[in-house]
């Protein structure tokens, strides 16, 4: 490798001619020989690099398009790019150049000194006129002509466009590629005021007078401007967008015009807008998303009474069968019920049923949030809409987009929202407070109250129509006092709930227990049952439950329930047996064995089971 480079240094500097490897990539001037440095006055002994277009001044443009012909031809020359020395002596030289093989971006370039050139040429046409006469005129006509061809024919093949004004600002040359972008012919544009044409409007429609071009300015000024984002407009009206560069033009030292390089790039720009609002709109789904997952967080840390529905009673078996039938559709589901009967976990099990279940379930509770606030909560809102909104929010609709809203409590919902609820859902779209956007909307709603509908409607806690839009499939939920038979499998799932998460072991069930919970009237339905189970889980020691109901630390007495016939008795304690060989897998005896849980004798649960009839299948799940 060192050799190469030794035997092209050699070449290079034994070449008789001015000439130097220019890597374009980099406007580096790589090697030059001894004549190269005398022409342009450089210093070869200094190690500073070179830049090529240190010698070319205001010529840059037109040594750009020559570099295209070399790049296109392979071989190239011109006369029509004035270079300088380091210390600003103007230079006219001619200039060849093709490329250097298998390197890609570098020229050898040759230079001929015009001025000396012209000297011996002066010389030589003397001599030859003398003895041609008129024939070398004419073809030194001919060559001009030649010469001015070619130049057309390198601004024809560049593939921007370029057009030239003079001091007046009149066109004086456009070339093919700015006919084509423009729409304008040679015909249109030659000898008329270009910017009239072309450029006299901003994109936005303001007028763009000429004495704030940066084209004018480029001669008036003699300034080289670069413009990244400009409009042009087409003969046929319409605009597209540009970057330009505009260069002055020197005639023999005098200001002649400019000359201005442009190229479309109106589909980078339309690409740029796609990918802003591509951007955008992956912003917003990450803010969603990010809403969504803190949403979900919250349910998940929010400890749950239990995660599906526990009961044989009528009264559960016809909520779930009600489940079934909805879920599967898009139909609005209102659900009734007390507080504490467990009307959040019948819209789950509706939500976790439907087509929906991999979308998340919203779930706002109405009379959680202050009137004033609720607008903002449900909606969301834009940044500046309000002293709180520091920046854009999603509400609870938009985080249900896909899923399904739970209002809970929709009665407490102030009656002027309420009425703004129903033209978002009815209409499928949510509009933000403070925007004017309106975004679509595809939410499945599921309601809850506290109120019996009558109660509801006639005390105008709900508008009529919003109930109506509302209560498309009823379901209600039964207080615990009125599904008693339940309280044993409730009381059994909780208790071990509790106990697994307090790390306690679990205490036996007891049938005098159980005898006592279902004695109790439950004013908090399952919440409550919920609340008495977990401090149960707390205070007992040994194994044996200790249960406080009432919140007093006192036992209900069983004598305050109503009297209950000896086949209700034998039902119930059928029921409770059922229930704890389900819950230790059909063992009777030994530590963890149905009669332990029972607080009874083995043999004693032996006989009831036999004179109860209770055979393996009745276990079964």
């Not at 034994?14 to 210093?43: H, M």
């Not at 071989?75 to 298998?102: F, H, K, S």
């Not at 903002?376 to 854009?392: E, I, K, S, W």
């Not at 059922?578 to 649960?605: C, F, K, M, N, Y």
Request: aromatic share 6%.
């Amino acid at each position: 490798m060192l050799d190469e480079r030794h035997q092209s240094d050699s070449l290079l500097a034994a070449f008789p001619d001015a000439a130097l490897v220019l890597d374009t990539t980099q406007d580096k001037v790589v090697a030059l020989n001894a004549a190269a440095a005398t022409l342009f006055g450089v210093d070869m002994a200094s190690d500073r690099a070179l830049r090529f277009s240190g010698f070319l001044g205001a010529a840059l443009a037109k040594f750009v398009v020559f570099v295209e012909e070399v790049d296109h031809r392979g071989e190239c020359w011109t006369r029509d790019v004035p270079l300088t020395t380091l210390d600003g002596r103007p230079l006219r030289c001619e200039i060849r150049a093709r490329g250097v093989p298998d390197v890609a971006g570098c020229l050898l370039l040759s230079f001929t000194d015009l001025d000396a050139f012209d000297k011996r040429t002066q010389i030589a046409e003397a001599a030859e006129l003398h003895r041609a006469g008129l024939l070398e005129w004419k073809r030194a006509e001919t060559f001009f002509a030649e010469l001015e061809r070619q130049n057309q024919l390198i601004l024809n093949a560049a593939g921007e466009g370029i057009y030239g004004v003079n001091a007046d600002g009149k066109t004086t040359f456009v070339n093919r590629a700015a006919q084509e972008m423009l729409g304008w012919t040679t015909q249109d544009l030659l000898g008329k005021d270009i910017h009239s044409m072309i450029h006299h409007h901003h994109l936005n429609g303001e007028i763009y007078p000429s004495q704030q071009c940066p084209i004018y300015r480029s001669f008036r000024f003699e300034q080289v401007h670069r413009i990244e984002d400009e409009v042009f407009w087409r003969k046929d009206g319409k605009p597209i967008r540009v970057e330009y560069v505009s260069t002055p033009i020197y005639d023999q030292k005098v200001l002649a015009g400019a000359v201005v390089i442009f190229r479309d790039i109106t589909e980078r720009k339309e690409g740029e807008r796609k990918l802003r609002e591509a951007l955008d709109e992956v912003a917003a789904l990450r803010d969603r998303l990010e809403q969504e997952n803190e949403y979900l967080q919250e349910a998940i840390s929010s400890e749950r009474a239990h995660h599906d529905i526990i009961g044989s009673s009528p009264a559960i078996r016809q909520v779930v069968t009600r489940i079934d039938l909805v879920a599967g559709t898009d139909a609005t589901v209102l659900i009734t019920g007390e507080a504490g009967t467990g009307k959040a976990l019948v819209a789950t099990e509706i939500h976790k049923a439907s087509p929906r279940s991999r979308r998340p379930l919203i779930h706002f509770k109405c009379g959680s949030v202050a009137p004033e606030d609720v607008e903002a909560a449900l909606f969301g809102h834009v940044r500046g809409a309000g002293p709180n909104a520091a920046r854009d929010k999603p509400g609870k609709l938009e985080l249900a987009h896909g899923g399904s809203l739970f209002l809970d409590d929709v009665e407490e919902l102030p009656f002027e929202i309420q009425g703004k609820l129903l033209h978002a859902l009815q209409k499928s779209t949510v509009t933000r407070v403070g925007d004017t956007r309106e975004k679509p909307l595809d939410i499945r709603v599921i309601a809850a109250t506290t109120h019996a509908p009558t109660d509801t409607r006639s005390g105008n806690r709900i508008r009529e129509d919003l109930y109506l839009f509302l209560n498309v499939f009823p379901i209600s939920c039964m207080p615990l006092r009125d599904r008693l038979e339940d309280i044993p499998l409730l009381a059994a799932h909780l208790l071990k709930l509790a106990c697994r998460r307090h790390g306690r072991p679990v205490p036996v069930l007891t049938e005098r227990v159980v005898q006592q919970m279902q004695a109790y009237h439950w004013p908090g339905n399952v919440r409550e049952l919920h609340n008495v189970i977990e401090r149960a889980a707390i205070v007992s020691r040994d194994r044996k439950l200790v249960l406080e109901l009432g919140g007093g630390g006192q036992v209900a007495s069983p004598t305050n329930a109503s009297v209950r016939t000896e086949a209700e008795m034998q039902e119930m304690m059928r029921r409770n047996i059922i229930a704890a060989l389900r819950e230790t897998g059909g063992r009777v005896s030994g530590a963890s064995g149905a009669a332990a849980l029972l607080d009874v004798q083995p043999t004693t649960l032996y006989s009831r089971i036999k004179s109860l009839g209770i055979d393996r299948s009745a276990i079964q799940p």
